[in-house]
């Protein structure tokens, strides 16, 4: 982690978000000792769990980001640790299968020396590890997992190619398509974009492309197509 600091510009607030791993006396330390802000999962013991279960229905309020989700905030010391923090608690509703189970909830706590609103902070949080599903689409979406050489070379080669498609990929989405539809995996970019049939078809001197699916789908098309030629 020093290494990590070392290569910082200077003159900036820094901010940490650590998972459940890092919950632990010598972290605490280590940030308080440099001044760093941080937040990390707490992880979810009996003490912990007893002080969230102890808390009144009227101190938790709507997380606005997520359909039935609420959160809460209170102080409190971890095992060890130096002093008190902000411990924000963010709770969803329980489900076994479809069905929902009354008065169970699924708890993730967060415990930090932010100054800011405390829901929003919680979603600055949870998006820590937006990055591994990143990673985990690069390597399945593309197939930039599986190697197809022995050579060295070959495989370079492979991964260089996996890296152009991926952020061709990436770039269709991010200049072409609708904001709601920028977070698709490439597994429902192939079904609605890449893997559609269609024919070329000559007629009246002009070439015609024929899709195989409504005109919702070329409405979509030609949408695109307007926009790739305005780039």
């Known amino acids: 982690m020093n290494d990590a600091l070392k290569a910082l510009p200077g003159n900036r607030e820094i901010r940490l978000r650590m998972d459940a791993g890092f919950y632990a006396r010598d972290i605490e330390s280590f940030c308080v000792k440099r001044g760093l802000k941080f937040s990390i999962s707490a992880k979810l013991t009996s003490r912990l769990v007893k002080a969230i279960l102890a808390l009144p229905e009227t101190d938790?309020?709507?997380?606005?980001?997520?359909?039935?989700?609420?959160?809460?905030?209170?102080?409190?010391?971890?095992?060890?640790?130096?002093?008190?923090?902000?411990?924000?608690?963010?709770?969803?509703?329980?489900?076994e299968k479809e069905q929902r189970v009354i008065g169970e909830h699924f708890h993730t706590a967060v415990v930090t020396n932010l100054v800011g609103a405390g829901c929003s902070l919680i979603r600055y949080h949870l998006g820590r590890?937006?990055?591994?599903?990143?990673?985990?689409?690069?390597?399945?979406g593309i197939g930039a997992r599986?190697?197809?050489?022995?050579?060295?070379?070959?495989?370079?080669?492979?991964?260089?190619?996996?890296?152009?498609a991926y952020n061709l990929a990436q770039a269709f989405k991010l200049l072409l398509l609708p904001k709601a539809q920028r977070a698709d995996q490439l597994k429902k970019l192939r079904l609605h974009w890449f893997n559609i049939a269609g024919r070329w078809i000559r007629t009246g001197r002009r070439w015609i492309l024929s899709l195989a699916r409504g005109s919702e789908t070329v409405l979509a098309f030609e949408h695109v197509q307007k926009l790739l030629l305005a780039t």
């Open 60 to 95: 938790w309020q709507v997380y606005p980001w997520e359909e039935g989700a609420e959160w809460t905030e209170l102080r409190y010391q971890p095992q060890n640790w130096s002093r008190p923090y902000r411990l924000l608690v963010k709770r969803t509703p329980w489900y």
């Open 129 to 140: 590890g937006g990055m591994e599903n990143y990673i985990e689409e690069f390597k399945n």
């Open 146 to 164: 599986h190697l197809p050489s022995q050579r060295f070379l070959a495989n370079w080669a492979w991964l260089l190619i996996a890296a152009l």
